[in-house]
């Protein structure tokens, strides 16, 4: 615990203007960001008296080693800066809120020639537009089922769309008329992508016009005895408005308008947000978040809205935005919702009429998240802590290690040997810390070595941050290490192998249980325990025991030592076979310096096959567009070398020749061993660990 006393800044240091702070833990890790119309007033308040701080603010600023801050010119560009670095560094103070799930968009990809309308989820695209969030994906496939009678948007993958373009026949939706078939050309892409845009307009609330539309039409069909076109129309009229019943109005006036609602106690919050257009509810999502500082309502809204609209720009920002309270000082948030829509925003408390009345839904909503989260929570916070009591106790842990790292070795057969490094803090999967590992300290088959070397390289990057060199010697090859290589002095980003953690867990026995507590000796760290996982019994090795730690079967601990342990398996085995997959996709135009993705589907889409391609002259290779001499030859060269020496043949019997280890021809007739008929076990066989 460090005393704020000895890294707070000089009097008269702290300049007097906007700007934004972070606070860094003694592994330079930030831990805290916020930003302030005055920098020198608001960072006196976190050097006061320790007894007169709030609890969390009093954990900070101890937990803290130093503080920095950046001066900017305005609170807007305060708010913005703040935003960025706060989804950068991911500070452990802050307020972040945590969505429980990924909420179904409706998307239609009109960044496409033929616009697709999907469900959509993760991260927006460019160039797409999306409706929602959805509650549900059936609702929105409802919705779209009804919607295609009027607007035959294609629905279908790429795959399905070019063999019905390959085959000149539709799928089933462009039979039953809820396709216009832009794939056998029923319509051109012009007019195909007129019809997309009607479906986008009317999602967008822009219903009237369409229902007037075709109550027209109906009416003419009708007058001009075309009654089965009538009919049609009649019900197309019926589906869209089924499928405006599905939201009703709740605002008038077409409004649009998104509304936040916050429940809170004392530690914990959970926010709401309806969104509305077009005077219908068109979506609904809610997040979570530990209150880890001091934090008003208004400051709560104001994170809300960060994390809400700070990826949005245009009409993804409503004009009206109606809060349970205002961020203090409003002025800055409303201006940059300004910016980010491009037109003015109306950031207020609804005080009377529907508008009222639908926020105390929202609040209601909020209410019931709040009470859910805290229901689902209280046991698995309960669960998690007895889990890491019982690590701590079968292992004579001084503390409950809320940081665990787990190691695991995969290869097959000694080839593309690699190791996954995974991390659970306080007892949850922390994904964004997961790294892997090449193995090329030596070649073959050998998990205790592969240990010692894992190990070695990832503590001695700690050693390294730790010292504060960020530097890496060229002969250790840090490009290896997957994502996330070398150390990025003075960042903060918790992303970096520079937070020790309190457990190192092995997938294995003794061997590797040795060899991990070996490379921890080396380099001269004794406060991180070491112990590993046996599949087999289950057994908990730890170092310099003969005899393992048993733990019952029916143990929190062990159930958590089990996850993480499966984790580091699955997290190590995925990246092997990504490897193997790799390797066997190579191509003899990998080698070719300077050789890029663009010119080598040039190439084979010149020759039409790598076969054709393998045996072209080098005049050939020319002749394609951005191939030059010295890279044709170049390719040539690499085909040589990559081509199979030619068998030896026995010109008496015809049968080919094979060398053995001593280089004497052998025939394959006359090869040791039998042939291994199909699902008989062999040992020759590859087996990935």
Not at 68 to 76: L, N
Request: some cysteine.
């Amino acid at each position: 615990m460090a005393d704020p006393s000895s890294y707070r800044p000089k009097p008269g240091q702290i300049p007097d203007s906007p700007g934004v702070y972070r606070f860094r833990d003694e592994h330079r890790r930030v831990i805290y960001v916020g930003k302030a119309k005055s920098l020198r007033q608001r960072l006196a308040n976190y050097f006061q008296d320790l007894a007169g701080l709030h609890p969390r603010t009093r954990t900070m600023v101890t937990t803290a080693a130093s503080v920095e801050w950046t001066v900017v010119s305005t609170e807007v560009e305060a708010l913005q800066l703040e935003y960025s670095w706060i989804k950068e560094y991911d500070p452990r103070f802050n307020v972040k809120y945590r969505d429980d799930k990924s909420y179904p968009y409706l998307a239609v990809t009109m960044n496409e020639e033929f616009p697709r309308v999907q469900v959509m989820r993760g991260h927006k695209k460019k160039g797409v537009r999306y409706f929602g969030p959805y509650g549900h994906a059936w609702a929105i496939r409802d919705t779209v089922d009804l919607l295609l009678r009027v607007f035959p948007v294609r629905t279908c993958s790429a795959g399905v769309f070019k063999n019905a373009a390959r085959t000149g026949r539709p799928c089933l939706l462009g039979y039953i008329g809820k396709c216009s078939a832009p794939c056998v050309e029923r319509v051109s892409a012009e007019e195909h992508r007129e019809l997309a845009e009607e479906f986008c307009d009317f999602m967008a609330g822009r219903t009237g016009t369409y229902l007037r539309r075709l109550e027209k039409q109906m009416t003419e069909a009708a007058e001009d005895l075309e009654y089965e076109r009538a009919g049609r129309l009649r019900d197309d009229i019926e589906a869209l408005k089924k499928a405006m019943e599905k939201s009703a109005v709740v605002l008038a006036d077409a409004t649009d308008a998104d509304l936040i609602a916050v429940a809170e106690d004392e530690l914990e919050a959970a926010v709401q947000i309806f969104h509305v257009r077009g005077g219908r509810v068109r979506g609904q999502r809610g997040w979570v978040t530990d209150k880890v500082e001091e934090v008003t309502t208004g400051a709560l809204v104001e994170h809300a809205l960060q994390q809400l609209y700070g990826e949005e720009k245009g009409d993804a920002v409503p004009k009206e935005v109606l809060v349970p309270a205002l961020p203090d000082p409003v002025e800055p948030v409303q201006e940059w919702l300004t910016e980010r829509r491009g037109s003015g925003v109306s950031l207020r408390i609804p005080q009377r009429g529907d508008k009222k009345a639908l926020m105390e839904t929202v609040q209601r909503n909020a209410l019931q998240a709040l009470g859910l989260h805290k229901t689902k929570r209280a046991s698995d916070l309960t669960t998690r802590s007895r889990a890491l009591e019982e690590i701590a106790e079968a292992l004579d842990l001084d503390s409950a290690p809320l940081r665990i790292e787990c190691y695991d070795i995969s290869h097959l057969q000694g080839d593309d040997v690699v190791a996954s490094m995974v991390v659970f803090e306080d007892g949850l999967q922390r994904k964004s810390e997961y790294r892997r590992f090449q193995i090329k300290g030596f070649e073959g088959q050998d998990d205790v070595r592969s240990m010692h070397e894992v190990i070695t390289r990832r503590f001695r990057r700690y050693l390294a941050e730790k010292e504060r060199t960020g530097e890496w010697a060229d002969d250790e090859n840090p490009d290896a290490d997957g994502p996330g290589n070398g150390l990025t002095e003075e960042d903060g980003r918790p992303k970096r192998f520079a937070y020790p953690p309190q457990l190192v867990v092995v997938d294995g026995g003794q061997p590797q249980v040795a060899a991990a507590k070996r490379a921890l000796d080396e380099l001269g760290i004794d406060d991180i325990a070491v112990c590993g996982l046996a599949k087999r019994l289950e057994e908990v090795w730890v170092p310099d025991e003969g005899d393992p730690v048993v733990l019952p079967r029916t143990s929190e601990g062990l159930y958590l030592l089990q996850r993480v342990r499966d984790e580091a398996h699955r997290f190590a085995i995925t990246y092997q076979r990504t490897k193997r997959a790799k390797r066997f996709r190579s191509s003899p135009l990998d080698d070719v310096p300077g050789l890029g993705e663009t010119r080598k589907q040039a190439l084979i889409k010149h020759f039409g096959s790598v076969k054709r391609l393998r045996s072209a002259t080098i005049d050939q290779i020319c002749e394609v567009p951005g191939i030059g001499r010295k890279t044709a030859e170049s390719i040539a060269a690499a085909f040589v070398r990559a081509a199979p020496a030619a068998p030896a043949v026995n010109t008496a019997t015809g049968e080919i020749m094979e060398d053995d280890e001593d280089g004497a021809p052998e025939t394959a007739a006359d090869a040791p061993g039998e042939p291994v008929p199909a699902g008989a076990p062999d040992e020759r066989r590859g087996q990935e660990t």
